[in-house]
């Protein structure tokens, strides 16, 4: 059973630094993986998309690696700001099959 | 907005209502999930139907009663809920082929069960 776990639970910073969100799966026969934004009492939205095949993603200030062999994967953040505030989940997609498993998520407050 | 759209967004109800919970897609999937993110535990798949057809559920209990009437619409069933049953419920839709896509998600119901 494929098991997602994601470090730390919640992160505070000051605006402007640079931050990585950690996130690690059991079982490395992986589709893809997948970061996600949820911003309080709303819905998921995609941020990054990574290939089983590929090392890393980037899109703006955000980049996404990743390591199926270690089982790992990391968000980094450059230049926090405010509006960065949300909760930050990481998702695994199996070989077979239609699941997507999440883990836990990182809850971000970066303060002004 | 992500394109899925979701009805109604809060709801509260007794462990002996029957209610309903709607979600539609206007992305032209083919594809439609129902997800549970409950306090404190990562979100939980519930069911996946690829072209109105059921393909996973994941052990959900009877009474929650997916339907999917077509690729468009998808419907979560509810009756005789118990308390621990509340949580925001979140519907998806994908383009489901070949290649596996990201899954765009709809705003969630949030559900209180008294």
């Known amino acids: 059973k494929q098991e997602v776990t994601q470090i730390p639970a919640a992160l505070s910073v000051p605006e402007g630094e640079n931050l990585v969100l950690n996130c690690s799966f059991t079982d490395s026969a992986i589709y893809n993986l997948q970061w996600f934004r949820q911003d309080p009492g709303k819905g998921l939205t995609s941020l990054l998309l990574?290939?089983?095949?590929?090392r890393e993603q980037t899109s703006g200030r955000l980049n996404a690696s990743l390591d199926k062999s270690s089982g790992r994967s990391t968000l980094y953040i450059a230049a926090s700001q405010p509006g960065d505030s949300a909760t930050y989940l990481c998702?695994?997609?199996?070989?077979?099959?239609?699941?997507?498993?999440f883990g836990g998520g990182t809850r971000l407050m970066v303060k002004p | 907005e992500t394109g899925v759209t979701q009805t109604p967004r809060h709801l509260v109800m007794g462990m002996t209502n029957k209610k309903s919970l709607k979600c539609e897609q206007h992305l032209g999937h083919n594809a439609m999930y129902w997800y549970k993110q409950s306090a404190k535990k990562p979100l939980e798949l519930m069911f996946v139907y690829n072209f109105k057809e059921q393909t996973e559920n994941n052990s959900v209990p009877s009474r929650f009663s997916p339907e999917c009437p077509n690729s468009s619409h998808l419907f979560l069933h509810l009756h005789t809920l118990q308390p621990e049953d509340s949580a925001l419920y979140l519907c998806a839709s994908s383009q489901e082929g070949l290649v596996k896509v990201t899954q765009y998600f709809g705003p969630g119901t949030r559900l209180t069960v008294l």
């Open positions: 990574i290939q089983s095949s590929q």
């Open positions: 998702a695994v997609f199996r070989n077979a099959g239609n699941m997507l498993t």
